[in-house]
């Protein structure tokens, strides 16, 4: 079975440019996540969707940050303007919760440099 | 609010030399406690699910225990390809589903 798929791998941007990143999670999993993961810290929510919808956005910065999730399927984020702080790992995960079992199958990241 | 701290930051230890990571944790409810590893550059990477204290999951040199206010990954006669990045993280079983993650322990092994 394919993992979750995301895409670029790395990218860098200039302060105030805007940066969108994609994932595609595996084929089924109705729930999708995007983490946002610091240099040295773990991963941390940023929104979860439960197929077309949004279930839980209260730690996204919504002034600058947004997110879609078309057709229940694939996802995107998008930084528009990048600040600084904003340079970290974003990290894509999907799960289809069976009974108490929910496990997050998490995609390889996109290194994002905020300059 | 859930939280999650792992100790110690960093480890380091010597092939074969056995030890314990430890994650300490306060949530309302628990729906399940994970453990995932992370190599540099990647995703993390699944281990363990643990859904009630007394309860224990084995994966090669690895085991996975859960008290109620803790949890321990014990590692037994280590090799240098375990060296990595070990998360622990919760779920809250009040209709959240997302991960709240401690900070890492990073475990090195030399050979």
């Known amino acids: 079975e394919a993992g979750v798929a995301q895409s670029p791998r790395y990218k860098i941007i200039e302060k105030r440019q805007s940066v969108a990143f994609w994932c595609n999670p595996i084929s089924g999993h109705a729930t999708l996540y995007w983490y946002q993961q610091i240099l040295g810290q773990g991963p941390k929510l940023l929104i979860q969707?439960?197929?077309?919808?949004?279930?839980?956005d209260s730690q996204l910065p919504k002034d600058r940050f947004s997110a879609e999730r078309l057709k229940g399927v694939d996802s995107t984020l998008k930084i528009q303007p990048a600040k600084l702080e904003d340079s970290a790992v974003y990290l894509c995960a999907s799960s289809s919760p069976r009974g108490r079992t929910d496990t997050q199958y998490f995609g390889p990241g996109t290194r994002l440099t905020v300059l | 609010e859930d939280q999650v701290t792992q100790s110690p930051e960093a480890l380091r230890l010597q092939e074969g030399e056995s030890s314990s990571l430890n994650c300490s944790y306060t949530v309302s409810g628990l729906r399940g406690l994970f453990w995932y590893r992370q190599d540099p550059g990647k995703g993390p990477e699944f281990l363990f699910t643990l859904y009630s204290a007394g309860e224990e999951k084995e994966k090669e040199r690895l085991k996975a225990t859960l008290t109620k206010k803790e949890s321990f990954l014990h590692i037994t006669a280590p090799k240098p390809e375990d060296s990595a990045t070990y998360l622990c993280a919760v779920q809250a079983g009040m209709g959240r589903r997302a991960l709240t993650f401690g900070s890492g322990t990073r475990l090195q092994v030399q050979p």
């Open positions: 969707f439960q197929n077309n919808g949004v279930v839980d």
